[in-house]
């Protein structure tokens, strides 16, 4: 089984809290539960990778194919960052089916001798890391103290990669117009300008349908099983009502949260022409309705032990529904 997509997908394929990927063990049990799969070993291969966004997931299969790589099954779960990093590279005026300004404005700056963008990532990257490890150790407690005193520790260090994220974002925009350096090791040129958003979102879902149809069409052609899920997210109101602890993970000046809120729907419109080409995919955005538990782990994206295991069950399934028609 080959995974496709960004973080989410990335640690749905892996089940990593981090960098150690240990493998979905918890999906591999809930796929066997298919009777066709009962008896097979489930080998899942992660081509997932944070930030990507399409048509890098289409490009992404296109190269392994053309190497060899054998599937049996294909598992695209994306949406989030389509529309939330899109948006971002529509802001700074970059194509928006380039890849997400965020990985792609530092290598712009390449040929100067300030640092401090690169210096903002690897912070950022190391208190990503501290925080999953301490979300990690808090739902291990199993006394009050552990937990209160994990909390807090998840808390401050929560503050601080989004106080790091904000800086991050704000140095990008300050710094966009030195993408217009031709000394640059890596040049972008610009769009004219800003599009309006109902015509940037249209741009991003018209792209994200025909990169799955053309991963889909691409698969049949091979007798490969192809399923594509739009990935829940906090942003997107559904009729899930949030704890006020789980509130935390909501910021409401987010930037990923106008792309999220605008761009959802874009995507949820071309559902049913995907269906209708016959392509198996699934709108998870409700998944987490009817939990009242916490389910999601950070301001951005991701989920908890209990998320995960609402995705992976739900995921199972829905192959289950296809295989058995």
Request: hydrophobic share 40%; aromatic share 12%.
């Amino acid at each position: 089984m080959g995974v496709f997509g960004g973080s989410v997908a990335y640690y749905f394929a892996t089940n990593a809290i981090y960098n150690e990927a240990k493998g979905n063990e918890g999906f591999i049990q809930e796929i066997k539960q298919i009777p066709q799969l009962k008896d097979k070993e489930i080998i899942i291969l992660c081509f997932a990778i944070a930030g990507y966004k399409q048509p890098q997931h289409l490009l992404m299969l296109n190269y392994f194919l053309s190497i060899g790589q054998a599937f049996d099954l294909v598992i695209n779960i994306d949406g989030f960052n389509e529309v939330a990093l899109s948006n971002l590279n529509n802001q700074q005026k970059i194509e928006l089916f380039l890849p997400s300004v965020q990985h792609i404005l530092p290598l712009t700056r390449l040929a100067n001798d300030d640092l401090s963008v690169m210096k903002a990532i690897v912070k950022i990257s190391e208190l990503k890391n501290n925080l999953s490890i301490a979300i990690n150790k808090l739902e291990s407690c199993k006394l009050a103290l552990c937990y209160g005193w994990k909390s807090l520790e998840v808390k401050g260090l929560l503050d601080r990669y989004q106080k790091e994220i904000f800086k991050y974002d704000e140095q990008i925009a300050k710094d966009s117009s030195k993408t217009d350096n031709i000394d640059s090791l890596v040049y972008l040129s610009k769009m004219p300008q800003v599009l309006e958003d109902k015509v940037a979102f249209e741009k991003v879902a018209k792209n994200w349908y025909e990169s799955s149809l053309t991963m889909s069409q691409i698969l049949v052609e091979r007798n490969i099983l192809y399923f594509h899920f739009i990935q829940p997210n906090q942003y997107y109101p559904t009729e899930r009502v949030f704890s006020s602890e789980e509130k935390k993970f909501i910021i409401e000046d987010n930037p990923y949260a106008v792309g999220v809120r605008k761009g959802y729907p874009a995507l949820i419109s071309k559902v049913n022409s995907l269906q209708k080409a016959k392509v198996n995919v699934f709108n998870a955005v409700d998944i987490f309705d009817d939990e009242k538990e916490i389910v999601y782990r950070d301001a951005c994206c991701h989920y908890n032990i209990i998320g995960q295991t609402i995705l992976d069950k739900y995921v199972a399934n829905s192959v289950k529904t296809i295989m058995e028609e």
